[in-house]
């Protein structure tokens, strides 16, 4: 009868292999055991040098870490994962607006033709009469056509101011449209006529005409724009009735004109086309 030895920890009990030999057995289970022991000598001179150096390899400090580990420690002290960058996607720049002008800011035009109707049309004939001046200027053009043309623009000013304030700038008082826009307005009309007067007093061969003229126009398109922006919009959207102010700025439009027989014949025609749009606007409204 073998005893506990042979029974449990002799190589016959760990045999994988019945019929092989046992001395076979015995031979291989030596040499494991020889194997074994020079790993863990191997290890543990590997640890002792670790200690005494204080340093450690990254390989086999990450394999330690590794081992040692669970599953559940891992997934808590693990490093967070990078955010994905966002690639942020510059808009296109637009390009700069064009400059203000007495085409560009001129308000949309109604189905029944207004009060700022009719001024606008008179802002976009006086401009272009000083376009048409300004070629002349460039052109040397004859000093009585170059007068002509500058007394034209001098009289339609003069005839446009005197409707605005006599009657359209009142108008805008009293439907409480912003006081310092129309208080603006009557300076710069102010600084208007003292350069008109300049322009009929002067030689057209003499210094500084034309320069006068082309600043006049300066002058008139800046506050132009300014009543198509900032004045014209408040109006409109005011209560006020700019139809049936239409009607009273025609009527002292015509009086103001300087032929009596044209005066007799334009009030007809202004009765007959009463709020319908007139001159450049005219020509819009035909479209539409």
């Known amino acids: 009868m073998a005893d506990d030895k042979t029974k449990r920890g002799s190589p016959d009990s760990k045999r994988l292999n019945k019929?092989?030999?046992?001395?076979?057995?015995?031979?291989?289970?030596?040499?494991?055991?020889?194997?074994?022991?020079?790993?863990?000598?191997?290890?543990?001179?590997?640890?002792?040098?670790?200690?005494?150096?204080?340093?450690?390899s990254p390989r086999s400090s990450s394999t330690t870490r590794a081992k040692s580990a669970s599953p559940a420690m891992k997934r808590t002290n693990?490093?967070?994962?990078?955010?994905?960058?966002?690639?942020?996607t510059r808009a296109t720049p637009k390009p700069p607006k064009a400059e203000k002008t007495a085409e560009?800011?001129?308000?949309?035009?109604?189905?029944?033709?207004?009060?700022?109707?009719?001024?606008?049309?008179?802002?976009?004939?006086?401009?272009?009469?000083?376009?048409?001046?300004?070629?002349?200027?460039?052109k040397?053009?004859?000093?009585?056509?170059?007068?002509?043309?500058?007394?034209t623009i001098c009289d339609m000013l003069k005839t446009h101011t005197?409707?605005?304030?006599?009657?359209?700038?009142?108008?805008?008082?009293?439907?409480?449209?912003?006081?310092?826009?129309?208080?603006?307005?009557?300076?710069?009309?102010?600084?208007?006529?003292?350069?008109?007067?300049?322009?009929?007093?002067?030689?057209?061969?003499?210094?500084?005409?034309?320069?006068?003229?082309?600043?006049?126009?300066?002058?008139?398109?800046h506050h132009v724009v300014e009543e198509h922006t900032e004045m014209f919009p408040e109006c409109r959207r005011s209560a006020m009735d700019l139809v049936g102010l239409r009607g009273e700025m025609e009527a002292r439009k015509l009086s103001l004109a300087p032929d009596e027989g044209k005066q007799a014949s334009d009030s007809e025609a202004v009765n007959d086309n009463r709020g319908k749009p007139t001159g450049i606007l005219a020509s819009l409204f035909s479209k539409a």
């Open 140 to 151: 040397e053009a004859p000093a009585d056509q170059r007068r002509t043309l500058a007394q």
């Open 162 to 221: 005197t409707i605005e304030e006599e009657v359209f700038y009142p108008a805008a008082r009293r439907a409480g449209i912003d006081a310092d826009l129309l208080d603006e307005a009557d300076i710069e009309h102010a600084s208007a006529k003292d350069l008109i007067a300049q322009i009929e007093g002067g030689d057209p061969d003499g210094d500084h005409y034309d320069a006068k003229v082309k600043v006049l126009g300066e002058y008139i398109t």
């Open 78 to 88: 693990a490093a967070p994962a990078a955010k994905k960058s966002r690639t942020t």
């Open 104 to 138: 560009n800011t001129a308000p949309k035009t109604m189905r029944e033709a207004d009060a700022v109707d009719l001024l606008t049309d008179d802002h976009l004939e006086v401009g272009a009469l000083f376009k048409q001046y300004e070629k002349l200027a460039k």
């Open 19 to 56: 019929s092989e030999p046992y001395e076979m057995a015995y031979a291989k289970s030596k040499r494991a055991k020889t194997s074994t022991a020079k790993t863990s000598a191997k290890s543990a001179a590997k640890k002792s040098a670790k200690k005494a150096t204080g340093t450690a």
